[in-house]
């Protein structure tokens, strides 16, 4: 694409939807964000698709007068859309459901004789509907008319959906512990082809392909150029993966991109071969598929959800700035007395799957706990990305982007355990968003570049040999 026009990049997160507006070059001209509700029909908990829609929408005719030239969508993985028609023309079949809702046990029992083995499709066994499969084979026993005659589309392939009228699938959807996909061979999994799925899905294209232009209705809706294409889009992150790319300390290097928000997701670029084999599959290791098709070692657990449930009746986050210089100066108190968190606060998530939370010497018993609480979970949560991190082999170079990457404490006592890595956090916001731009213009160089950190002060080591110590005995 040439011209001197703008973008917009559609990231339609788990917790957030969040619009961005960005020039050629990558300066972000605007944000807007809106808090996804949390929705039920007919007894099960459905994605906000109505409310994005419309918040969608209504965002885009704030920026009808700029010159847009392409709109890329971003999502989670763990969602879907049924749509009636080869081209979808008929609309939704059903709501997208909420990887959240639990999945009845006879359903999920039949699932899981189904599914193949992790060395072929690199995504373990999951809770609830993580497993975009479990999804799949529950809504073809509960809708299957509907089922059978429907379009399949990944949820970051709605929204290019949603704004073109044309459908399309991608690999970073369909590659991200859905089991649906086989990252080594670059096919859908014999279980897809077995129930048919595979032929259900849309078209496989890549994440950069144009899916089609601005559907004419909201182009006149919103007064955006009814010439502004569409791309397929892709999974939020890999975009975060894309941007870190982005950065000369990361490109072509091994190096290992945490991605921090409501998941906590480390993607390992390795500069060697790896296997599938390797990997634990019990305790939340997967392999994503980046935007070129390859393979990524990858580990995960729900670290955002997790330290929000102990700071949620605080008023103000673990990230926030103005609070860093109190979070830094309650962790000698914590390291001294032994305090911290047992995982896990996310029961069936991460490297503890397992393991029930409890606290060591509970902050609220002594002077300062309303700092001192949110300090301990930030440390907790560097012990578990810690462990993560070791599951698949990083070494070398660390980026930690999103939300957490401006937790002083989280992001210092990560580099502190990790003495022999560089750790690095981007200047820059928006990493998602920018590592979408990015399909358009593989060249684009991120502002502000990236700030090593430095380790956190005090006996990290100790700490954590005293806290997988007390993983031991519970275990």
Same mark, same amino acid.
């Given at each position: 694409?040439?011209?001197?026009?703008?973008?917009?990049?559609?990231?339609?997160?788990?917790?957030?939807?969040?619009?961005?507006?960005?020039?050629?070059?990558?300066?972000?001209?605007?944000?807007?964000?809106?808090?996804?509700?949390?929705?039920?029909?007919?007894?099960?908990?459905?994605?906000?698709?109505?409310?994005?829609?419309?918040?969608?929408?209504?965002?885009?005719?704030?920026?009808?007068?700029?010159?847009?030239?392409?709109?890329?969508?971003?999502?989670?993985?763990?969602?879907?859309?049924?749509?009636?028609?080869?081209?979808?023309?008929?609309?939704?079949?059903?709501?997208?459901?909420?990887?959240?809702?639990?999945?009845?046990?006879?359903?999920?029992?039949?699932?899981?004789?189904?599914?193949?083995?992790?060395?072929?499709?690199?995504?373990?066994?999951?809770?609830?509907?993580?497993?975009?499969?479990?999804?799949?084979?529950?809504?073809?026993?509960?809708?299957?008319?509907?089922? =059978? %005659?429907? *379009? $399949? &589309?990944?949820?970051?392939? +709605?929204?290019?959906?949603?704004?073109?009228? /044309?459908?399309?699938?991608?690999?970073?959807?369909?590659?991200?512990?859905?089991?649906?996909?086989?990252?080594?061979?670059?096919?859908?999994?014999?279980?897809?082809?077995?129930?048919?799925?595979?032929?259900?899905?849309?078209?496989?294209?890549?994440?950069?392909?144009?899916?089609?232009?601005?559907?004419?209705?909201?182009?006149?809706?919103?007064?955006?150029?009814?010439?502004?294409?569409?791309?397929?889009?892709?999974?939020?992150?890999?975009?975060?993966?894309?941007?870190?790319?982005?950065f000369a300390e990361i490109a072509r290097q091994e190096a290992t991109i945490l991605s921090t928000g409501t998941w906590f997701i480390?993607?390992?670029?390795?500069?060697?071969?790896?296997?599938?084999?390797?990997?634990?599959? =019990? %305790?939340? *290791? $997967? &392999?994503?598929?980046?935007? +070129?098709?390859?393979?990524?070692?990858?580990? /995960?657990?729900?670290?955002?959800?997790?330290?929000?449930?102990?700071?949620?009746?605080?008023?103000?986050?673990?990230?926030?700035?103005?609070?860093?210089?109190?979070?830094?100066?309650?962790?000698?108190?914590?390291?001294?007395?032994?305090?911290?968190?047992?995982?896990?606060?996310?029961?069936?998530?991460?490297?503890?799957?397992?393991?029930?939370?409890?606290?060591?010497?509970?902050?609220?018993?002594?002077?300062?706990?309303?700092?001192?609480?949110?300090?301990?979970?930030?440390?907790?949560?560097?012990?578990?990305?810690?462990?993560?991190?070791?599951?698949?082999?990083?070494?070398?170079?660390?980026?930690?982007?999103?939300?957490?990457?401006?937790?002083?404490?989280?992001?210092?006592?990560?580099? =502190?355990?990790?003495?022999?890595?560089?750790?690095?956090?981007?200047?820059?916001?928006?990493?998602?968003?920018?590592?979408?731009?990015?399909?358009?213009?593989?060249?684009?160089?991120?502002?502000?570049?990236?700030?090593?950190?430095?380790?956190?002060?005090?006996?990290?080591?100790?700490?954590?040999?005293?806290?997988?110590?007390?993983?031991?005995?519970?275990?």
């Open positions: 694409m040439t011209g001197t026009g703008t973008f917009i990049v559609v990231d339609i997160g788990k917790t957030l939807s969040k619009l961005t507006l960005w020039t050629r070059g990558g300066r972000m001209l605007d944000r807007q964000v809106r808090p996804n509700a949390a929705c039920e029909q007919d007894g099960l908990r459905v994605l906000d698709v109505e409310g994005i829609g419309q918040w969608l929408r209504a965002t885009l005719r704030g920026w009808s007068g700029h010159p847009v030239e392409a709109i890329i969508p971003v999502a989670h993985g763990a969602g879907f859309a049924a749509l009636d028609g080869a081209d979808g023309n008929g609309g939704l079949l059903f709501p997208p459901l909420d990887y959240e809702q639990a999945i009845p046990e006879d359903v999920m029992a039949d699932y899981r004789r189904e599914r193949d083995a992790f060395t072929l499709t690199g995504s373990p066994a999951l809770p609830d509907g993580l497993n975009l499969g479990t999804q799949v084979y529950w809504m073809s026993r509960r809708f299957p008319e509907e089922m =059978a %005659r429907a *379009t $399949l &589309v990944p949820w970051a392939q +709605y929204w290019a959906w949603f704004l073109t009228g /044309r459908t399309a699938s991608e690999v970073t959807s369909l590659g991200c512990h859905t089991d649906l996909w086989c990252p080594a061979d670059a096919r859908f999994s014999p279980m897809s082809e077995r129930f048919g799925w595979a032929e259900r899905f849309a078209p496989v294209v890549k994440a950069s392909d144009v899916v089609g232009t601005l559907r004419a209705d909201i182009a006149a809706e919103t007064g955006l150029p009814a010439t502004a294409q569409v791309l397929a889009g892709l999974h939020d992150s890999n975009a975060a993966l894309l941007a870190a790319r982005g480390a993607m390992r670029l390795a500069a060697e071969t790896f296997s599938i084999a390797a990997l634990p599959e =019990a %305790r939340d *290791t $997967l &392999v994503n598929v980046d935007a +070129y098709g390859w393979p990524v070692p990858s580990a /995960r657990f729900m670290g955002g959800r997790e330290i929000e449930s102990i700071i949620q009746i605080d008023t103000r986050r673990v990230d926030i700035r103005p609070d860093q210089p109190r979070l830094m100066e309650a962790v000698p108190g914590l390291l001294a007395r032994g305090t911290m968190m047992m995982p896990t606060l996310a029961p069936g998530f991460g490297p503890f799957p397992h393991g029930t939370a409890e606290w060591v010497d509970k902050p609220e018993e002594w002077a300062g706990t309303w700092y001192a609480r949110r300090a301990a979970i930030c440390l907790y949560a560097a012990m578990v990305a810690d462990t993560s991190l070791d599951l698949i082999g990083s070494k070398e170079r660390l980026l930690i982007e999103g939300r957490f990457a401006d937790a002083e404490v989280f992001v210092r006592a990560l580099a =502190a355990l990790r003495p022999d890595t560089e750790v690095y956090v981007a200047n820059a916001h928006n990493d998602v968003s920018f590592g979408a731009l990015r399909l358009i213009n593989p060249l684009l160089q991120a502002q502000g570049g990236l700030r090593r950190v430095a380790p956190l002060e005090g006996d990290l080591a100790a700490y954590r040999a005293k806290w997988r110590a007390h993983m031991r005995e519970l275990a």
